[in-house]
């Protein structure tokens, strides 16, 4: 067999390196339209887009028609959900009918006028983002002072001597926190329904993105301090919701304040960043080494700190007591990072998790479930 010459090695040398560069180059590439992606959906500030993708007709006392559009949507999710369309939104519930690309289900107006072949969507937000309007129960706008100037949130009153903190999830609003209501309100526990930096209409964080607890946990800190201000205030019990239970995890890490938290809710919380990012990159079918390339162009663009954002490694620094929800079907915040606090911390955590249930829609999947289990722990840790 003949041996290449030595112009026969350069050539075979120039070769390989040349395909190694442009794979590099097209690694580069590819993952830099990651990290823009990555921005979009997870760190630039902005409001959620509402897309609608589905026809909605009332038909009858009681009842909507879904027609599915381009994508489906989520028209088929059991449970109940809200309804959405230019006018008013809803509730759904159990579907009674179906046929080819329809559904027939339960339906309840909550504000509005009924739907008449309008464009719609449907979301986990079921009422009206009023406490008044959706449960008839009184609340104020308050604001206090925060790190970055006044800061708004939604107050409750109640005759305990523990508060209740909610804090919201990504791009969201004290209005998630509508679910834990009744439950609160029933028990007398007063209550802040918080929003924090770089929400809309509250100051902007200094990074120009979200920064999932390691900064807004300080905006939280100023939350509960007005709670504890209040006259009679003895301890808080804080509820974060994906995002919101990551910013509540820094929380009690960092703050001061942390020995007077009796206890936490956290509804899918967002406990390491990474997990989320890398679920999105398999389910976009990124190869491994693409996927490390985009949290390495994302740390250089935008400054993100993958190592600070995970919770879970000073997991072993939480002293209080956790009720810990997931839904099976999570395809934001995997489910994998709660199995693993549940499992580091058995001796704090009550796990419950829901099947066939998407991200932080465990009460839409079954609210008589979810509200027993948070009084439980309520009546638990509340002193």
């Known amino acids: ?27 580069f590439g590819v993952a830099w339209y990651y990290s823009g992606v990555l921005n979009d959906l997870a ?7 509402v897309e609608y993708n589905l026809t909605a007709s009332a038909v009858g006392d009681g009842l909507v028609r879904l027609e599915r559009g381009p994508d489906g949507g989520e028209w088929r999710l059991r449970g109940k959900w809200g309804l959405g369309w230019d006018g008013g939104r809803g509730m759904i519930g159990d579907i009674v009918e179906e046929g080819d690309g329809f559904l ?24 009206p983002n009023d406490p008044l309007l959706a449960y008839g129960i009184e ?36 209005g998630d926190g509508l679910s834990s209501l009744p439950v609160l309100h029933d028990l007398g526990v007063p209550a802040l329904f918080i929003a924090y930096r770089n929400d809309e209409g509250q100051p902007r964080d200094p990074s120009g993105i979200h920064q999932y607890g390691l900064t807004e946990w300080r905006d939280l800190h100023a939350a509960v301090e007005y709670a504890l201000s209040q006259p009679g205030a003895r301890d808080v019990v804080l ?37 989320p990012v890398d679920l999105g990159a398999r389910d976009r079918n990124l190869p ?55 499992e580091l911390r058995p001796d704090l955590v009550t796990y419950s998790v829901y099947p066939d249930t998407t991200h932080a829609d465990a009460w839409n999947v079954d609210s008589e479930r979810y509200e027993r289990e948070l009084r439980e722990f309520l009546l638990r840790v509340i002193q």
């Open 288 to 342: 491994g080494f693409v996927a490390a390339t985009v949290k390495w162009i994302a740390t250089l663009r935008f400054g993100v700190d993958w190592d600070a954002m995970d919770y879970l490694k000073d997991a072993h620094r939480l002293n209080v007591p956790i009720l810990l929800i997931h839904g099976e079907d999570d395809g934001r915040v995997p489910i994998e990072t709660s199995d693993k606090l549940a």
């Open 104 to 127: 027939v289900r339960r339906f309840t107006m909550a504000e509005g006028e009924p739907p008449r072949s309008a464009p719609a969507f449907v979301s986990a937000d079921i009422y």
């Open 239 to 275: 509820i974060g919701h994906s995002m919101g239970g990551g910013i509540a995890a820094k929380f009690l890490y960092e703050s001061s304040l942390a020995g007077s938290v009796t206890g936490v809710v956290m509804d899918s919380p967002a406990m390491d960043f990474e997990a």
């Open 139 to 174: 609340y104020e706008n308050v604001e206090y002072e925060a790190p970055l100037g006044r800061q708004d949130a939604w107050r409750f009153e109640g005759d305990d001597d523990t508060w209740a903190v909610f804090v919201h999830g990504l791009r969201g609003a004290p």
């Open 1 to 27: 067999m003949p041996v290449p010459g030595r112009t026969g090695l350069k050539w075979v040398l120039v070769l390989v390196v040349s395909v190694l560069s442009l794979m590099a180059v097209l690694n």
């Open 43 to 49: 760190l630039k500030v902005g409001e959620e887009e």
